[in-house]
């Protein structure tokens, strides 16, 4: 039997896990697991269950192996896991081509692709780290620009010039309480 496993990261990745979907049940598989949850979170119920539904001559299948796995000694694990139960792994979308474990090629390939995709995945990761660090030293601002705060200027002129807090909320399309908090607590009086 066929079990098919699909993962997205997020709740808006919608089209992403209708795609997955659409490719295990096009691969024959007769029951599907699956889930909206980070890669990098060891607690996946969708996949444990997975596993556990497995039984003797089973396969799962997974659209890409980093849906499986996030580094190439996960993936390694969840390979030999799925084989101590005697169970093949199914990776779809390989550039056309389907890696089945059953065969010791296709588990070099596998292996090596893994490796590729976490060497990726940590350059990013570098490249992010190195980007945050060089916005810091220019003094950069980090992170979602305070908007409220930003208006403060605006806000005090306006506040000076009578306006109450609500129709300053208003007019800049912000909330009652920001207004309060850019005039530093400040009485509507």
């Not at 697991?33 to 969708?46: N, Q």
């Not at 390694?76 to 199914?90: E, K, N, T």
């Amino acid at each position: 039997m066929k079990i098919g496993y699909a993962r997205v990261s997020t709740v808006d990745q919608d089209a992403g896990l209708q795609a997955q979907l659409r490719d295990l049940e096009a691969a024959g598989c007769e029951k599907i697991f699956a889930e909206k949850i980070s890669g990098t979170t060891t607690k996946r119920p969708e996949l444990l269950e997975a596993l556990a539904y497995l039984r003797a001559g089973d396969v799962l299948v997974v659209t890409k192996p980093d849906r499986l796995a996030r580094s190439t000694a996960d993936l390694l694990g969840y390979v030999q896991s799925v084989q101590d139960r005697g169970c093949g792994l199914i990776v779809l979308s390989m550039n056309g081509t389907t890696l089945d474990t059953t065969s010791p090629t296709s588990k070099l390939m596998l292996t090596m692709l893994a490796a590729v995709a976490e060497f990726e995945r940590d350059l990013m990761l570098e490249r992010q780290r190195e980007g945050i660090a060089k916005a810091k030293a220019e003094g950069r601002p980090m992170g979602r620009p305070r908007t409220v705060l930003s208006k403060a200027q605006t806000i005090r002129k306006m506040r000076q010039k009578g306006l109450s807090a609500t129709a300053i909320a208003k007019q800049l399309g912000i909330a009652r309480s920001g207004v309060y908090r850019a005039l530093g607590g400040q009485d509507e009086g």
